[in-house]
């Protein structure tokens, strides 16, 4: 298993669901304590310049597993399901950039609230709106050799594809190679039937994964059934990367270091 941190510049707002803030520390700091990479969790795609961040990775021994943009959601207000041409268009753009990024830096670009949400209007209307820029941003993607992956979240944060039923099957209306799908198990634990079989079942879709504990502090620190998570990604031979976005509660430094030793404790075969 190769292991991430979920990351934001220091200008995220305060709500962003990461670890560490201030992208040079932050990438320093989870070297330090045994993470492979980091999660990039961007408001725009040029907040780092591509040689600082290659540089950044390379002094420290680190990647990038993916880019996040739940911050275009809360902090732009840009969303899949706006039906605005000006901000579909600056949304568009935005997405471009972050897919031109990660196609020197991990690959993988997240659509996690910046879906956006339904809230009372038309769904088969939403749907629509969320194909079109889904499918755009797929082609352009597929250039690139990025894929994008969709991330079910819990009904409090947003109104629009919650389980991984929900999400395969939309991820089938898209129909593309490079638009697969990144499970959460915090939302998983409020939304999903039983995690383990949520997974099993939409496996052929499973392309990355979030990991926090049912109140979203560090692993161990919860109740979430570890066990059941790791026999489905041992049944379905998960390989990807598994990052985590959890609270900095009580701290960002112990509950980054005590995620690490909980893996390693009761996961050692499966951890490295
Ligand atoms: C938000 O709860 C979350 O899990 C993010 O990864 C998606 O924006
Ligand atoms: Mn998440």
């Known amino acids: 298993m190769r292991l991430s941190v979920a990351i934001a510049g220091l200008e995220a707002m305060p709500n ?9 520390r932050s990438i320093k ?5 045994g993470y492979d990479g980091v999660e ?3 408001k725009r795609p040029d907040e780092i310049s591509r040689s600082d961040l290659k540089a950044l990775l390379v002094a420290n021994q680190m990647e990038v597993s993916a880019i996040s943009s739940g911050q275009v959601f809360a902090a732009r207000n840009l969303f899949f399901t706006d039906e605005d041409p000006e901000r579909r268009a600056e949304l568009y753009s935005t997405f471009c950039g972050f897919i031109d990024l990660a196609s020197d830096f991990g690959q993988l670009v997240n659509i996690g609230r910046t879906r956006g949400p339904i809230a009372g209007r038309d769904v088969a209307l939403c749907e629509r709106l969320f194909l079109d820029m889904a499918g755009s941003l797929s082609d352009y993607a597929e250039k690139k050799g990025v894929e994008l992956i969709l991330e079910p979240v819990n009904r409090y944060e947003i109104d629009f594809i919650n389980t991984l039923d929900e999400c395969v ?8 190679k490079n638009f697969t799908m990144m499970p959460d198990v915090f939302h998983m634990n409020i939304e999903d039937d039983h995690i383990g079989d949520s997974l099993v079942r939409n496996q052929e879709f499973v392309r990355y994964i979030h990991f926090a504990d049912t109140n979203r502090h560090f692993l161990g620190d919860g109740h979430m059934p570890w066990d059941e998570i790791f026999n489905a990604l041992k049944v379905i031979g998960y390989e990807g990367w598994t990052t985590l976005e959890i609270l900095p509660i009580p701290d960002a430094e112990t509950a980054a270091k005590r995620s690490v030793a909980f893996l390693k404790e009761r996961y050692g075969n499966y951890y490295r």
């Open 169 to 176: 099957a939309l991820i089938k209306k898209v129909n593309r």
């Open 29 to 33: 700091k989870a070297h330090e304590l």
């Open 16 to 24: 962003a669901f990461v670890v560490f803030r201030g992208l040079p």
């Open 40 to 42: 990039l969790a961007l």
